[in-house]
């Protein structure tokens, strides 16, 4: 289960502090009570050289992350900022919010022409790419579509940057990416690998792999806050599942930083120390809410989903970056004949055949490796 809490009241930010695992941390800010750990303070000198002056597009700008990201990057001074979303409605609401020199443009990434279009006419150079089926357990139900949005809408934003001169483009992957057990973490592995097969030229690659999100608006959380109010149980997957939380904030300064540091396709994680008992976390929430008295109900892992995801493989080697909070690695090089099997794979997820697409994934990431769903002791 992926839910995320509603954004608390906060006081002002403090400079991050490294977290001590000798002693008792007991941040006093209730997004870090949350996550068990201080909120680390992202895209400062570094990002506002990189986006200063610029021209900025963002795919997906209408998502938790891209719009969050638009916010960060806006007053970061860029020479233009291009917002590319496939829902009309929610890309003016978005343009109006912002006060600089936006440009909107509606697009589904699935469409290639219509992506190089977008590109070629507002000529960035940064590309930040948000746009994508996040949902593990959608992407499951159905791998056609999750391919189609993840993987073929990333290799035509890819082939639009490299064609049109972008000097950067940063991919927002995920960290269920590392040692995919699931669909949706390998389309997200997949990408990472998209990235190395196009590096070479004057265009830059970076990939980010993010871990669940909170801090932001989503229909889940007014149900979430309902239950615990009214004395419902909450549904959690498992008693020992654990993740990576990490706020909007955070995932939005990331890709900035990410722009600023990419040189051969790494991809960057934000050092988030241990993953979160999602147990532990709903009792905080509750206690936040001066609720402590909750009841929680498991209904076991689903398909593809993990008891707890890891920001790096076992095999993948960690690289320091000029941030202390901030760790790299460099894939290794992609398999042979990775751009045939990826043809292969359109052509399945256009036909709707989701075995096929399964078995293709499968021989294109040798580390995919499927899991069934798992009932609770």
């Known amino acids: ?138 992407v499951e139900r159905d791998p ?19 064609r049109n001169g972008v000097q950067c483009l940063v991919h927002v992957s995920s960290d269920a990416a590392a040692e995919p057990t699931s669909v949706f973490g390998a389309t997200m592995r997949l990408c990472e690998l998209l990235l190395q097969t196009a590096t070479g030229g004057p265009t830059c690659f970076a990939a980010v792999r993010v871990g669940d999100v909170i801090g932001g608006p989503a229909p889940l959380l007014a149900v979430l806050a309902r239950r615990i109010a009214s004395g419902e149980a909450v549904t959690v997957a498992h008693p020992e599942a654990a993740r990576h939380f990490m706020t909007l904030e955070e995932a939005a300064g990331l890709l900035i930083e990410a722009a600023a540091l990419a040189e051969e396709a790494e991809t960057f994680v934000l050092d988030m120390g241990s993953p979160v008992p999602v147990v532990d976390l709903v009792h905080r929430y509750a206690e936040q809410l001066r609720l402590p008295e909750v009841t929680i109900r498991f209904s076991g892992l689903g398909p593809g989903e993990k008891l707890a995801e890891k920001a790096f493989s076992d095999s993948e080697r960690r690289l320091r970056t000029v941030h202390p909070k901030i760790w790299a690695t460099r894939p290794a090089a992609p398999p042979a004949g990775l751009p045939r099997l990826v043809d292969a794979l359109e052509a399945a997820a256009g036909a709707g055949d989701p075995d096929q697409v399964r078995l293709l994934l499968r021989r294109l990431l040798p580390e995919y490796r499927p899991i069934r769903p798992v009932r609770c002791p």
């Open 1 to 138: 289960m992926r839910w995320f809490p509603p954004r608390l009241p906060r006081p002002p930010q403090r400079p991050a502090t490294a977290p001590d695992a000798t002693a008792p941390d007991v941040p006093r800010d209730p997004l870090a009570r949350l996550m068990g750990r201080d909120e680390v303070v992202l895209s400062g000198h570094r990002g506002r050289r990189t986006v200063r002056g610029r021209r900025v597009l963002v795919t997906g700008a209408c998502g938790t992350i891209g719009s969050a990201l638009c916010r960060q990057v806006e007053p970061l001074g860029p020479a233009a900022l291009c917002l590319l979303d496939r829902d009309g409605g929610s890309l003016r609401r978005l343009g109006r919010e912002l006060t600089g020199r936006v440009t909107l443009a509606e697009a589904d990434v699935r469409d290639g022409e219509r992506v190089d279009q977008v590109i070629r006419d507002a000529r960035p150079e940064l590309l930040f790419h948000t746009a994508g089926q996040n949902e593990l357990a959608e």
């Open 144 to 162: 056609c579509r999750g391919v189609a949005h993840n993987v073929l809408g990333t290799r035509h934003v890819l082939r639009g940057a490299v």
